[in-house]
């Protein structure tokens, strides 16, 4: 079992847990406030230029911060994307530390934890992804997993590239 997490209580029966993690070349202060304006209807979801090109102006993540999204607290609800009444609940806001969201879907009950620890060269950053309620476990599993692999990837290069552009940190 992986260690336990900020956020696991809220989806303590999970089917299903992703795990992945990536380093950031800036400490948690810089990279904190980024994470705090992710999402829907708010700074978007962070991917590299080269991506971002095939996505409609609109619709592409910001590349600075923005003072106005600065401000969650726990209890605030923000949209998501996974569908048109979709939304996450903030239930926990340690800066900058740990970030978590809870949702309910019809049956699923969802966390999702983004957690910062300063290493040598930057940010360790780990996102939790939990799930309980699900009717057909293998193909959240497969699924599930490769796209929570494709969108890490590009989220983890879209903050770098971002992170080089504000800090100048390599």
């Known amino acids: ?17 992703m795990d992945r993690a990536f380093d950031l070349p800036a400490g948690p202060d810089a990279v904190w406030p980024w994470f705090v304006q992710l999402g ?23 590349r600075r911060i923005d ?7 726990p ?9 048109r009444d979709a939304t996450f609940e ?7 530390t740990a970030l978590v969201h809870r949702s309910e879907r019809g049956d699923l009950r969802i966390s999702w934890a983004i ?31 490769l796209m929570d692999l494709l969108t890490v990837a590009g989220l983890a290069a879209g903050l770098r590239e971002r992170l080089r552009s504000t800090t100048g940190v390599r």
């Open 1 to 17: 079992m992986a260690a336990a997490l900020p956020g696991d209580r809220v989806v303590p029966d999970a089917q299903v847990t």
């Open 90 to 96: 903030i239930v926990e806001h340690t800066p900058p």
């Open 115 to 145: 957690v910062l620890r300063p290493v040598a060269h930057g940010t360790r950053v780990h996102l939790r992804f939990r799930i309980a309620g699900v009717r057909r476990v293998w193909l959240v599993r497969t699924g599930g997993e």
């Open 40 to 62: 829907k209807s708010r700074a978007g979801w962070y991917l590299p230029a080269w991506a971002e090109r095939v996505v409609p102006a609109r619709r592409r993540g910001l």
């Open 75 to 83: 209890g605030d609800v923000i949209p998501d994307w996974g569908g």
């Open 67 to 73: 003072p106005s999204l600065q401000h969650l607290a």
